[in-house]
Nanobody
């Protein structure tokens, strides 16, 4: 079994910063990619940032230049550094990972439980 556990959400004023963390644990053979998504009330879940095994990163246009995704492969952890936060960044942030487990040796997509980020104006 594989689990993703997020931390670091909270309440911050506009212009402030937060750092999210997501640690993968369990029967992991290899992590192919890790990403952050977010979902605001009444809206669909959207990709915020992703990073692949080769170190490539991709960002949503709305966060480009403000957010930075990074990964510590030794710790199976992905981070999202969020700067210059805006009220429209308010959402539940979900960690996502495509992981090959040592149980099935087949890539499968896993999700964290979500962490609330609220940016006040």
């Amino acid at each position: 079994q594989v689990h993703l556990v997020e931390s670091g959400g909270g309440l911050v004023q506009a212009g402030g910063s937060l750092r999210l963390s997501c640690a993968a644990s369990g029967s992991i053979f290899r992590i192919n990619s890790m990403a952050w998504y977010r979902q605001a009330p009444g809206q669909t879940r959207e990709l915020v940032a992703e990073t692949t095994t080769l170190g490539r990163t991709n960002y949503a246009d709305s966060v480009e230049g403000r957010f930075t995704i990074s990964r510590d492969s030794a710790k199976n952890t992905v981070y999202l550094e969020m700067n210059s936060l805006l009220p429209e960044d308010t959402a539940v942030y979900y960690c996502n990972a495509v992981i090959i487990s040592s149980s099935y040796y087949y890539p499968y997509e896993y999700w964290g439980q979500g962490t609330q980020v609220t940016v006040s104006s």
